[in-house]
């Protein structure tokens, strides 16, 4: 049960860090998608082995999260104390983070939209309703000669011919090249 809660936390502050250059350029770092990532991992972790944490593992999961949530609030007063007046005026406004909400969800729109494109240019397209009958779905069709281009060669030639093998000679060996 406790592994589950704080797997569940994890998740949102690993998901948090990693929206965190999307939402607060200013407190963001380059690493901290890598950070993000591997709470969110701890986090799915910690979901989903909670049967097995009883005991002495689970006391070294609490004390784990107890030492990365007090780095991590030393880290986030670091970084709020580097900011400027001004920047930190601008962070606690209202209108500041309702633009960061509506362009987070611009991206996200923008995300899916790409995902459902990618996945659409995977499946095949559907028989098209303009194509002659008989035509196979590629648009490939089979060809045969037309009777204009045999009227020339008799039948019988063509077929005495598939008929009756070519002569061969045999080999000549070593000793007969002379």
Not at 90 to 96: A, C, F, G, T
Not at 154 to 169: D, I, M
Request: aromatic share 2%.
């Amino acid at each position: 049960m406790l592994a589950t809660i704080a797997g569940d936390l994890c998740l949102l502050l690993g998901l948090a860090v990693v929206l965190l250059p999307l939402v607060a350029t200013e407190l963001s770092r380059p690493r901290d998608g890598i950070w993000g990532g591997i709470v969110l991992l701890l986090g799915l972790v910690l979901v989903t082995s909670s049967d097995r944490l009883r005991g002495a593992p689970m006391l070294a999961v609490i004390c784990s999260a107890l030492l990365i949530s007090r780095l991590g609030t030393e880290v986030a007063q670091a970084r709020w104390q580097r900011l400027s007046q001004e920047e930190q005026q601008r962070l606690r406004s209202k209108e500041r983070w309702a633009t960061s909400v509506q362009q987070l969800g611009t991206s996200v729109t923008a995300l899916l939209g790409n995902l459902q494109a990618a996945f659409g240019s995977l499946k095949p397209l559907a028989p098209a309703a303009n194509r002659e009958e008989g035509s196979s779905r590629s648009g490939k069709r089979w060809v045969r000669p037309e009777d204009s281009d045999q009227q020339g060669v008799p039948e019988n030639t063509v077929s005495n011919a598939l008929e009756q093998p070519k002569e061969s000679n045999p080999p000549k060996s070593a000793s007969e090249d002379g």
